[in-house]
């Protein structure tokens, strides 16, 4: 990392240590779906109105609840039966996840282009989430696809930096360090300011420490599993880990040796999970 970089890793340091930097913002959309959310008495009618204010989102609400992971016999073709279909809470989590994604652009294409990559990759891991949640845990599979969602957040206020900086995107390998140090940090204070439930919070800083050995379940080791999974077979460090020396393996009931692809039907699930939540 050179001197330049040096710097601005310690600028950045500096401004989230002093609580400067500024930390992105969920969309409107999301922000009111979650406060609608938190109303015990909220209905489907009610939610169905919050959400249907933005068209862009309603329309994706409605593709997903007909995709092949979620439809019934019967096609829904209106809002407030795809939110009676998915229930309050699994709406809730999908709207915010599916807003977050027009918070991963930007005006130059380099930065865009960086955003859209983490984007894609985060909709990648989140749908491996869904599928080992429902094939492996009782925990809520929404939750699971949010975690995923949410696992690398800390990304965007470094590229946002990087956008006024225009000399760090000239440096593809000092960004890339400075993202992988830094975005846990930056992810879980955003999560926090978000008030997202701790479980889901924490990921960023925790779903990189491959011996974490929690007493139960949880969404990190959901997150671990599907990040490994993802590398399988590839050139990444992370492909050369002893998945018998992850504590998440065992703990969501699944053989480290084991080749996940050749369970056709989890193999397909997390496709298709996928490709629902690319659009």
């Not at 282009?113 to 869904?130: D, F, K, M, Q």
């Not at 990304?155 to 390998?173: M, R, S, V, W």
Request: proline share 5%; hydrophobic share 45%.
């Amino acid at each position: 990392m050179n001197t330049f970089t040096h710097a601005i890793q310690d600028e950045l340091i500096d401004a989230i240590e002093n609580d400067r930097l500024v930390l992105p913002t969920l969309p409107e959309v999301a922000l009111r779906v979650r406060e609608a959310a938190e109303d015990p008495d909220i209905g489907v009618p009610q939610l169905a109105k919050v959400i249907g204010n933005d068209a862009a989102l309603s329309a994706r609400i409605i593709k997903i609840v007909n995709s092949p992971l979620l439809r019934t016999s019967k096609e829904i073709n209106d809002l407030q039966t795809a939110v009676g279909r998915l229930g309050i809470n699994y709406t809730c989590n999908l709207a915010t996840g599916l807003a977050m994604e027009q918070m991963f652009q930007a005006t130059s294409d380099a930065v865009d282009r960086r955003l859209r990559e983490v984007w894609t990759r985060s909709t990648e891991i989140a749908g491996i989430c869904t599928a080992l949640c429902r094939h492996y845990t009782r925990l809520p599979a929404d939750q699971a696809m949010l975690a995923g969602l949410v696992h690398q957040i800390g990304a965007l206020p470094i590229l946002t930096f990087a956008e006024e900086q225009g000399n760090l995107l000239n440096d593809a390998i000092s960004l890339d360090r400075l993202i992988s140090k830094l975005h846990p940090i930056l992810g879980e204070k955003i999560l926090r300011t978000w008030d997202f439930p701790a479980p889901i919070a924490v990921i960023p800083t925790q779903h990189l420490d491959f011996t974490r050995d929690s007493k139960t379940t949880d969404y990190t080791d959901i997150v671990q599993v599907a990040v490994l999974q993802s590398y399988q077979g590839s050139e990444h460090p992370f492909a050369q880990i002893d998945w018998t020396t992850v504590p998440a393996f065992t703990k969501l009931g699944m053989d480290p040796s084991a080749n996940v692809n050749e369970d056709e039907d989890l193999s397909e699930a997390m496709a298709a999970a996928t490709r629902m939540l690319q659009g």
